[in-house]
C-alpha cells in the first residue's frame, strides 16, 4: 500500500459506517433515510478537517462550528454531529415553512439549510415560492444555488462542479416527490 493510499484512508471514513451509527441513535430527526443518505453522500465524510470549495474549515459529514485546522473527529462523532447538525437544520425549515410539504421536498429543504445555511434559506425565492403553494417552482430553484465565493460552480474552471451536481440532484428528488 502506498504512502498515499495509507494517508487519504486515515482521512477518510465510510458514509455507510457513519449513517449505520446515525440510524441508532435515538433522536427526533423527521429527515426520512433516503434524505440523510443524500445528505451525507453530498457532503463525503472526512476525520480530519478540511477546507472546502468556500474556504470553511469543515469535518465529518460537512460540520463547521468550532472546526479548526486541527480538528481530528471518530466515526462516532461524525455521527453524533451529524445528527445535531441535521436538527438544527430541520429547526430552520420547520420555523419558515407555512405549508405542509411532502417528505421529498422536506429532505432537500433541510438538505438546502445543511449545505447553504439558515439565512441563505429564510431569504430565498425557493421558500417563497413553497409557501405560495408553487411547489414546482419551488423546486426548480435549486438549479439558482450555483455560486460559491462569487464562483458559477457550472463552469470547469471553477473547482465546484460538485456543488451543481448536488443542486440538479435536490431539483430531481423535489419534483419527484411531487409526482407521488
Known amino acids: 500500500m502506498s504512502l498515499k493510499t ?20 435515538d433522536s427526533e430527526l423527521s429527515v426520512s433515510e433516503n434524505g440523510l443518505r443524500h445528505i451525507a453522500n453530498e457532503e463525503g465524510c472526512r476525520l480530519k478537517s478540511y477546507q472546502c470549495s468556500a474556504n470553511v474549515w469543515t469535518v465529518g459529514l460537512g ?35 407555512s405549508q405542509t410539504p411532502s417528505q421529498g421536498e422536506y429532505d432537500m429543504m433541510v438538505s438546502f439549510v445543511y449545505n447553504l445555511g439558515a439565512g441563505n434559506f429564510a431569504r430565498s425565492t425557493l421558500l417563497k415560492k413553497f409557501n405560495q403553494g408553487d411547489r414546482v417552482g419551488a423546486c426548480n430553484e ?10 458559477d460552480c457550472r ?24 409526482e407521488k
Open 142 to 151: 435549486y438549479l439558482r444555488w450555483v455560486f460559491v465565493n462569487g464562483k
Open 63 to 97: 460540520h463547521t462550528q468550532g472546526v479548526t485546522q486541527k480538528t481530528r473527529l471518530t466515526d462516532q462523532q461524525v455521527a453524533e454531529y451529524f445528527v445535531t447538525d441535521i436538527a438544527t437544520a430541520q429547526r430552520v425549515v420547520n420555523k419558515h415553512i
Open 155 to 178: 463552469l470547469e474552471q471553477n473547482s465546484c462542479k460538485g456543488i451543481a451536481i448536488r443542486r440538479k440532484t435536490e431539483q430531481k428528488f423535489c419534483l419527484s416527490s411531487l
Open 6 to 25: 495509507k494517508a487519504i484512508q486515515a482521512v477518510v471514513c465510510s458514509v455507510t459506517s457513519i449513517l449505520a451509527i446515525v440510524f441508532t441513535i
